[in-house]
């Protein structure tokens, strides 16, 4: 069993940053696959970015790659979603995901656990 709990979430002007975490809890948090996902009103959940438990894989979306960093600090238990350059169109709801089997997908259904989200908000 793995709960997550993200924070770190806000109203941030175009080309700002914000850091968003993940804290995670369970035994198997530190061998588990962490990826955030993103879900904006009205449009269906999206992949952003991937890293395997050990940090030796580490995916992005082609829409973030370059501006968003993806890290983890397993003796904290916690992933973090480093946000720079932030876009409009940046704004959705961004949720964390864990897989114990150590999976890399960038399908929502492929991931057993889920935080309940954080808000971010970036205004032109």
């Known amino acids: 069993q793995v709960q997550l709990v993200e924070s770190g979430g806000g109203l941030v002007q175009a080309g700002g940053s914000l850091r968003l975490s993940c804290a995670g809890s369970?035994?198997?948090?530190?061998?588990?696959?962490m990826s955030w996902f993103r879900q904006a009103p009205g449009r269906e959940r999206e992949f952003v970015a991937h890293?395997?438990?050990?940090?030796?894989?580490?995916y992005y979306a082609d829409s973030v790659k370059g501006r968003f960093t993806i890290s983890r600090d397993n003796a904290k238990n916690t992933v973090y979603l480093q946000m720079n350059n932030l876009k409009p169109e940046d704004t959705a709801v961004y949720y964390c995901?864990?897989?114990?089997?150590?999976?890399?997908?960038?399908?929502?259904?492929?991931?057993?656990?889920w935080g309940q989200g954080t808000q971010v908000t970036v205004s032109s």
């Open positions: 890293i395997t438990g050990s940090r030796s894989g580490i």
């Open positions: 369970g035994r198997t948090f530190s061998t588990s696959a």
């Open positions: 995901a864990a897989d114990p089997m150590g999976t890399y997908s960038k399908r929502p259904v492929d991931y057993q656990y």
